[in-house]
Structure formats: C-alpha cells, structure tokens
C-alpha cells in the first residue's frame, strides 16, 4: 500500500510538473508552417505553456499574424494572450474535445484601399506582392483543416479592438470598435452555433451589438440556417439566410434608418428617412483570386423607401457594393420637403418623377431624371464626383413648356412678374471647395414666348427717357412680348448674357450684359421701334431721324440698377453725334458752292441749327 500511494504520489507531481517538464515551443517549428500555409501569412508566437490547474489546457502568448505587404507592415491581428482548454474525459478514449477558446485584448486592422479591396481579402491567398509557392495548397483546401481549430465548446474574446482605415477617399479616414466581446457556443460539426457580440464603435461613442445562431456545422462548410439580429445606435437589422456549395445568401432587412441616427453632420435642413430596407445578397465564401472582393458580392434586388417629410421615394435596384444601379419614383415632391434648405418664396412641387442613378463609392452618376414641374417637362443626366477634397460635378438638361409665372413667384418676391411659356437648355460642370462656395460655369439659352412683364412699361420708360410723356399711348402698366431670348454663360459672379433679343409688337431689342448673383444688373444694346412708332418719335423729336435705319429708328440703351430698381436710359447723344456730323458734311457741300444744299440748310430754320449746336 505504501508502494501505491508513493506510485499515486510520484504520479500527480509529475502532472503538476508536465507544464515545466514539457515545453511546447519545440513544436513551433512544426505547426506554424502548418497554419502559415492556411492563412498564407507569416505568424509569430512567442510563448506556449502547458497549463494543468485549474483545467488542462494551453496557454499562448504573443500571437502575430502579420498583413500582406502591400496594404500595411504593421500586423493585421494581435492576440497578447490566448487559453486553450482541453476536457479531461475524452483523453481517456483518445479524443481531444476542446472546451473554450479565450482571447484576450486582441486587436484586428482591416483596411481598404482607393481600389475598394479590403486587406481581408488576400488572407487564405498569397500576398499580393509576393509571387506563389510552386505546390501550394489552394485556399479552399486550406479551410477545411483551420475548422477543426473552431470546434470548440465556447469560442470567446474580450477586451477586443477592431480597426477600420478607409484609404478609398482622397483624405483618409478611420474608425474602430472598442471593447469587443465576442462568444459562441457550440461551435462544432453538428451542432448550431449561438453568436452573442458588442462593442462601442469609435469616435462616434455608438453600441453595437449582435446575436444569432448558424448551423447545424457542416464539414463541406455548408450552413443551412443563419438567423442574425443586430443593433448599432438605433439602427436595428435582421439578417437571414444560409451557406450552400460554398456560396452565401443572406436576406436582411432594416425597418427604418434616419439621418438623425447617423454620427456626421450631412449639412440638411430636414433628416432622411429610409424606410422599409430589404436586400437579397449573394457572396462565394471563398473569394475568387482573380476578382475584386467588391465586384463578388451580389445585392438582388433591393428596394426601400426614402422619405421626405411628406414626400415618399420607392427605390429598387441591384449591383454590388463598388457599384449599385438605384432606380426611383415618386408621384410627387412637394418644396418644403426638400432636405435641403431652399431659398423660395412659395411652395412648389415635382410631378410624376423618375430617375435613374449609379453609385460607385463616392461617385454617383444620374443616368436620367424625368419630371413634371410649373406645367412642364423637366429632363436631366449628369454626375457628381466626391472622391477628390474638392467634389466635381456636371450636369446637362432641358426643361421645355413651363409656366414662367408660378417659378417667378416661387423663386423671389417682387412687385414684377413675367409670364409667358418658356424653355430652358443648360450643360454647366464646376466644383464645390472647402469654402462651401461654388464654382460653376457654362452654357445657358432660356425662351419665353408670348407674355409680358408686369409692373414695368418699357414704353413708358422710353418716353421718360426722350423726355416726351405722352408720346407713345397711355402707359398699360406692362410690356407685352412675342419672343425673350437669352444665350448667357453661367459664370462665378452671375450670368454673362452674351445675346438678348425681345421682340415686341411696337418694338425690338438687341442686347449683351451681366446679371450677379447679387441680383446687380447691367445690359446695354440696340433698340429698335416700329415705322409708326418712329415716325412718332420723329415728329416730336426731329434730331432723331438720323437714327433711322430702313424705316425703323434704332436708339442705343442702358440699363443699370438691380433685378428689383432698374433704370433705362437711352443715349440721346449718339443719334445728335450723328446729326451734328451730317449737316456738318452738308454744309461742308454748300460751302464748296452747292447751291441746292445752301438753301435746304437755310429752309430747316434757325431752331434746329440750335439745338445741332445747343445755343
């Protein structure tokens, strides 16, 4: 009996000296390639310990895997310390059953480049700037083995740090999850897992948090059911589908999303809502070397609903996250349900819209926008670019028989108004700076046909321009027109006008000038009266019949003042240059002894030699 306990006894301080007698670094050296292989990443480990109390198992410190050389030579992950813990029983048939997998503190860096891929990618793949081993297993043998790693009881991780780097935009940027939990149970051939995670996402201080089952496991990585909710902020998302013959399907839907619930400022007067989020996607589990990660994961279909205040948008379409194909359509959009802040006077709406868009990262191009506005047709194509500090855009379009009336009021507040039918042609680009201030240019031609201008008579303002009130009819308070054209160029301060012609029936006009955003206005041109019209002004004003051209009197203008106060004037010297300069070529005739000349002169009288020459 003695001999046995002493047995016994030699027998557990030889188990409690398993952890010094046994050093497990030795097998480094074998099982690192191993896992190198799988992961087709260099991997360090720096210690491994035998532990026996208070459960067998072994404990590993310093895990470093490191990322592929072309994303980042710092290490994709860090694991200070990780616990492998191994039940007693099943040794005794040999079996090894893993209990629990703890990690602590570990800390993961994914980063995605300008191209969109992410450094996740190339994990199970050589790096790519490194050429492949000749022989080398494929990546999606190398899985089959790494599940056996997972087959675990209790899968675990605390203290954890997620880094994102999101290199695809001109200024970097970069977010992280803190405090990560991660837990699974049951994670075995099958079984169905159970996945609980949470975690603080930085800077912006939101919860996230996950839960949800996948399984039963199988060994060809199949998962027929995963059913997954998630929470961030409070934004809520279910998700579920399955993985079969290496492929992915997922369903998710999110109820409802609002820009109040995002952390950054988009610069909106009212919040977006995106209500009623469902999307089909499909993904290969193992991702094809040859593709880029984005352009594998499919999104058909997806459909939701943007609303505006009182305004309601349907959006469906399909594509892949690096490009998504939306198409939307609404019955209406009324102004005040604009999220971004306008400056009208009255409300207005949008009428049977559709458009067309694709969205590749930050860029998103309008292929097409159809609309019904102030009794018109509005369509449109264009693109806007933000991948640069400063966003580029260009957009074309016309917008044919609108109500010129309803868009004055709508626009300013005045005591003019134009009516009329018009029609608008437009093809600007420009780019919006840091300062917030846009630079646009391009060309413009607007037309509008038969109206008037309320509240300003240019009759009346010819009259008080020569001075002869009366002369042209009782002023009507208005300015009727058959045709206004204007070819202008959308310039940083304003509008260039670089053709404007009014045709009206007793007279026309031709003109060049500039109209600021600061509602300055200058023009200056020809304007031409009608025969009956200039023999009137003639009979009056008999100086200014030099001015004549083929039976109609042309008097050069200016206008000066702003879109609401403007000032016509006419330029009465011109016409008496020109007078003053013909009678002194006919008395230059008379003088050189035309005798009918002299006469003529000595006919037209004593007042009009006065006024020639303003004595």
């Known amino acids: ?97 893993v209990e629990r997998v703890l990690f602590q503190d570990a800390t993961v860096h994914v980063i995605r480049t300008q191209n969109g891929v992410l450094n996740t990618a190339t ?53 992280q999850v803190d405090n990560l939990e991660f837990v699974t149970n049951s994670v075995q051939i099958g079984k169905t897992a159970s996945i609980h995670a949470k975690g603080m996402v930085m800077p912006y201080r939101l919860s996230l948090e996950m839960n949800g089952r996948l399984g039963p496991l199988q ?41 109040d619930d995002i952390p950054m400022d988009p610069a909106l007067a009212k919040p977006v809502v995106l209500n009623h989020i469902q999307a089909h996607l499909i993904a290969p589990l193992v991702p094809n070397k040859r593709l880029a990660p984005s352009s594998e994961v499919r999104i058909d279909p997806l459909t939701l609903d943007l609303q505006l205040g009182g305004s309601t948008i349907h959006l469906s379409g399909k594509g892949t996250p690096g490009r998504l194909h939306l198409v939307g359509e609404s019955p ?35 292929v097409s926008l159809n609309a019904r506005a102030f009794q018109g047709s509005l369509e449109a194509h264009g693109m806007w670019d933000g991948t640069l500090s400063a966003p580029i855009f260009s957009f074309k379009g016309n917008f044919k028989h609108f109500a010129v009336e309803p868009i004055m009021q709508a626009v300013r507040s005045s005591s003019l108004s134009l009516t009329g039918t018009g029609e608008l042609h437009w093809s600007t680009e420009g780019s919006l700076p840091p300062s917030g201030h846009p630079n646009m240019n391009g060309p413009i031609r607007l037309r509008i046909q038969n109206g008037q201008l309320v509240g300003f008579d240019l009759v009346q303002e010819i009259e008080e321009a020569l001075q002869l009130p009366g002369l042209l009819g009782e002023s009507t308070g208005a300015t009727k027109f058959s045709l206004i054209d204007t070819k202008a160029d959308l310039k940083e301060t304003g509008l260039a006008i670089r053709q404007l012609t009014l045709d009206a029936p007793d007279f026309s006009l031709q003109g060049m000038g500039n109209i600021g955003f600061d509602r300055a206005l200058k023009l200056q041109g020809n304007l031409a009266f009608s025969s009956a019209i200039s023999d009137r002004i003639i009979r009056q004003f008999p100086l200014a019949k030099v001015a004549r051209q083929q039976g109609q009197l042309v008097l050069p203008f200016e206008v000066k003042g702003t879109l609401p106060e403007q000032v016509l004037q006419l330029d009465t010297r011109s016409f008496g240059n020109q007078l003053q300069k013909n009678v002194e070529r006919r008395l230059e005739k008379a003088l050189q002894g035309d005798e009918q000349e002299l006469q003529q002169l000595l006919k037209e009288g004593e007042d009009l030699l006065k006024q020639l020459f303003g004595k």
């Open 219 to 259: 060994p060809t990585l199949d998962v027929p059911m995963i059913d997954m909710v998630g929470r961030l902020g409070k934004v809520e998302a279910v998700a579920r589908g399955k993985v079969i013959d290496g492929r992915l399907e997922l369903d998710v839907q999110i109820p409802n999303v609002s820009t």
């Open 332 to 366: 209406a959009m009324f102004s005040q349900d604009f999220p971004l802040a306008l400056s009208v006077q009255h409300p207005f709406s949008l009428e049977q819209i559709r458009f067309e868009i694709v969205i590749q990262g930050a860029r998103v191009d309008l």
């Open 123 to 175: 994990i199970g793949k050589y790096p790519s700037l490194q050429p492949p081993v000749k022989g080398a297993s494929r990546a999606e043998d190398s899985l089959e083995p790494m599940l056996g790693v997972f087959a675990v009881e209790r899968l675990s991780m605390t203290g954890g740090t997620l880094k994102y780097e999101d290199r695809s935009q001109e200024h970097f940027r970069s977010y």
């Open 1 to 97: 009996m003695v001999g046995l306990a002493i047995v016994i006894g030699l027998c557990i301080v030889g188990i409690f000296l398993l952890p010094v007698l046994l050093d497990l670094n030795r097998y480094r050296d074998r099982y690192l390639p191993v896992l190198e292989q799988a992961l087709h990443r260099p991997v360090d480990v720096q210690d491994v310990r035998l532990t026996i109390f208070p459960k067998l198992g072994v404990r590993v410190r310093g895990i470093t895997v490191a990322d592929d050389p072309a994303f980042s030579p710092t290490p994709f992950l860090t694991i200070p310390s990780a616990e492998v813990v191994v039940q007693w029983v099943p040794l005794l048939s040999r079996r090894i059953q």
